[in-house]
């Protein structure tokens, strides 16, 4: 194993670990990048992310990250070849109208038009009684996107960053003006500086080795998606993705499989260190929230995916200077993906005063 010294190495290589990855290389000329990960790129929950995201903000400061993310979405140039964008229809209770709107980025809700409210009517009945379907301001605000292959491109498309996967860091130190990061006793590599994009479970040594990394801080929440393959494609065939008692449907990324995504009702209080297999109870509760919702359900060809995410108080995510060139990012539960690029641009420019 050879040791790599670079400006800057990126332990965790999922959405926000790449992404940093590829802005920082951007934006210091010359500067060299390692990406390590423990398992392949992407194996974390940036993997099994359903890739669209739902633009809810309960706080100004998470309006400003989801507006700022957006823009840099719609400024990628890379993106666009993945990036389809749908009007996403919202089933609220009446009760829940106001605390709703609050949340959404770029309010207010409008009425859904007719046909729209008819078509939902017809797709999934009565949902939620007292409820309305409603749009946001008549725009696009789905996006739909193949993150592993626009985040492997971003990193691919940087000359000058490297990537070692299969490789788990276990010791972050300073020495002299270096950190130095180690894997098994062996050093890996020598960075100006360190980021830790290392999800909802990074291995306990990189939580001592930071000093402050406490995933106890946030909840872990588990989120399953389960994937219905449909008899035949169908352009626009509907994702469903509840959160608490109100559905928001969105057409699937892939008009031949539809996703349900859901909560699992108990947060995972062990630290089981990879994220775990979809089992027969992410699958009977999928079908459970599923069916009142789509009773002609198909119930041949249903497979699903299950992952962890961090959930911080507030739903905030964080770019956290731990030490001199020493950084901490961690994501927007439910959301991490979507908020990606502003919290990556928000890191690099912590990590730019070491370069
Ligand atoms: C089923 C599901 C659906 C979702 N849907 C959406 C959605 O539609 N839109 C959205 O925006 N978000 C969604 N999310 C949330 C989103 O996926 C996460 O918030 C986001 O992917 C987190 O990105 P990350 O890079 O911080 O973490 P991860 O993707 O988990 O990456 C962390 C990486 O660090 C590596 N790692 C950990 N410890 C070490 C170590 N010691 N050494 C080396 N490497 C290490 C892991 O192997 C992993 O690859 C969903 C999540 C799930 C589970």
Not at 38 to 53: D, E, F, K, Q, Y
């Amino acid at each position: 194993m050879t040791e790599h010294d670079a400006d800057l190495v990126l332990v965790g290589g999922g959405a926000l670990g790449c992404l940093l990855a590829a802005t920082y290389a951007r934006q210091v000329p010359g500067a060299t990048v390692l990406v390590v990960d423990r398992g392949p790129l992407l194996a974390g929950a940036s993997g099994v992310s359903l890739n669209a995201g739902i633009p809810a903000a309960r706080t100004g400061a998470l309006r400003r990250l989801v507006t700022r993310s957006d823009l840099l979405f719609r400024s990628e140039s890379t993106l666009r070849a993945y990036l389809t964008e749908h009007e996403t229809l919202y089933l609220v209770r009446r009760r829940d109208l106001d605390e709703f709107s609050r949340m959404l980025s770029v309010p207010p809700l409008e009425p859904a038009a007719a046909e729209r409210r008819e078509f939902a009517a017809q797709a999934y009945g009565e949902i939620v009684p007292d409820a309305e379907w409603l749009v946001l301001d008549g725009r696009q605000h789905s996006f739909v996107f193949d993150t592993a292959a626009f985040v492997r491109d971003q990193v691919r498309a940087a000359d000058r960053i490297a990537v070692r996967e299969h490789t788990p860091v276990d010791l972050i130190r300073r020495h002299g003006d270096r950190w130095v990061v180690e894997s098994g006793g062996t050093v890996l590599a020598r960075g100006r500086a360190v980021a830790l994009c290392v999800g909802a479970f990074p291995s306990p040594e990189v939580v001592g080795a930071s000093g402050r990394i406490d995933p106890a801080e946030g909840r872990i929440k588990r989120i399953s998606s389960l994937r219905v393959r449909l008899p035949r494609p169908v352009a626009g065939a509907p994702s469903i993705v509840w959160a608490g008692a109100s559905v928001s449907i969105i057409p699937s990324p892939d008009p031949a499989v539809c996703h349900v995504n859901f909560h699992r009702s108990r947060y995972a209080p062990e630290h089981p260190g990879t994220s775990p297999l979809f089992d027969d109870a992410d699958l009977a509760e999928g079908l459970a929230r599923a069916r009142p919702v789509w009773p002609d359900l198909p119930v041949a060809g249903i497979d699903g995916v299950a992952g962890y995410d961090l959930y911080r108080t507030g739903n905030e995510p964080a770019v956290r200077e731990l030490s001199p060139g020493l950084v901490a990012i961690v994501g927007g539960s439910g959301a991490g993906v979507r908020l990606s690029p502003a919290l990556a641009e928000r890191a690099a420019q912590s990590l730019l005063v070491h370069a």
